[in-house]
């Protein structure tokens, strides 16, 4: 038997809930890498009975989907996920679903909770980690907020310091000019996993969770540019793949120099913004807002002018 850790008791405790045949090899890596203890139902009761075990120890709840096989799970099998995630629900416990499958039917329950996340298309390790290392951030937020008082919510906006503008080297601006884009989403309350946790992710400086969009879009990938020739479709078309094979939901570039106008490329999941425009966003509603109505627009294949 593994010895206590001194900080047992800080550690986060998830709720797996899985069918019996899911592999969850890369989800078990994933939450060891976060610091993470995890418990599966089927080592507790699953179905209703979960309902008469004690959920006070657990902190988050994680639901996982395997992708369908040719006749899918059986019904019997999938009442039973739905049921455990309601009750996880029920006993407060934020709750991400984790869907294989991309185009699979996530069940309604994100319309009735404000603490889940609905997330297809998470296939391996690496989106395991984008989705699961933010969620757990905020599942920690919450759970503090219920227990010092304070309303629920990502960290208050502070002040950003302003920047003095000296003759710098073309590597130094870049550098300068990615760190004021992550310092200008931290102080307005989003939670930035730098991609000192992704490094492998060519084309990605960070993934974000802005506040007011947690449920709706869950991370962000932020690209930031500052090159003069910047190739803004090929940047674009980068960063789109990275969404894509991580199972995020939208990506974020951000670039300096003169402001131009992004050809069309398609209904790419990649929103293209001037550092000027997100200074004039933030802080505040405006950014979240606006990142919402553009990825309605893509997915319901919306004309910008609609």
């Known amino acids: 038997m593994p010895r206590p850790r001194p900080y047992d008791d800080l550690v986060p405790h998830c709720l797996v809930i899985a069918p019996v045949t899911a592999d969850l090899t890369a989800l078990r890596v994933v939450f060891e890498e976060l610091d993470t203890d995890i418990t599966t139902t089927t080592d507790l009761l699953v179905g209703a009975q979960l309902a008469t075990v004690p959920l006070d120890k657990f902190d988050l709840a994680a639901a996982v989907l395997p992708a369908a096989e040719p006749d899918g799970l059986p019904v019997s099998v999938l009442a039973a996920l739905y049921l455990e995630m309601g009750i996880a629900l029920g006993r407060g416990l934020p709750l991400i679903v984790l869907a294989e499958d991309t185009d699979a039917e996530l069940p309604g329950i994100g319309d009735a909770a404000a603490n889940a996340w609905l997330i297809a298309g998470v296939s391996d390790e690496a989106s395991l980690r984008l989705h699961l290392s933010l969620f757990v951030q905020v599942a920690a937020m919450q759970r503090h907020a219920s227990e010092t008082g304070f309303r629920r919510g990502l960290t208050p906006p502070l002040a950003t310091p302003a920047r003095e503008t000296t003759a710098e080297s073309p590597t130094t601006h870049a550098l300068r000019l990615e760190q004021e884009v992550i310092d200008l989403l931290r102080d307005s309350g989003a939670l930035v996993e730098e991609a000192v946790r992704f490094p492998h992710d060519a084309g990605v400086d960070a993934a974000v969770v802005i506040p007011g969009t947690e449920q709706v879009l869950g991370p962000v990938l932020?690209?930031?540019?500052?090159?003069?020739?910047?190739?803004?479709?090929?940047?674009?078309?980068?960063?789109?793949e990275a969404v894509l094979a991580r199972g995020a939901s939208l990506g974020l570039l951000v670039y300096d120099g003169a402001p131009r106008t992004p050809r069309p490329l398609g209904r790419l999941p990649v929103v293209v913004l001037h550092i000027d425009e997100l200074r004039r966003a933030l802080p505040g509603p405006a950014l979240g807002r606006w990142l919402i109505d553009v990825r309605n627009r893509i997915v319901h294949g919306l004309p910008d002018d609609a």
């Open 222 to 240: 932020v690209e930031v540019k500052a090159q003069r020739d910047l190739d803004l479709a090929r940047v674009t078309r980068d960063l789109a």
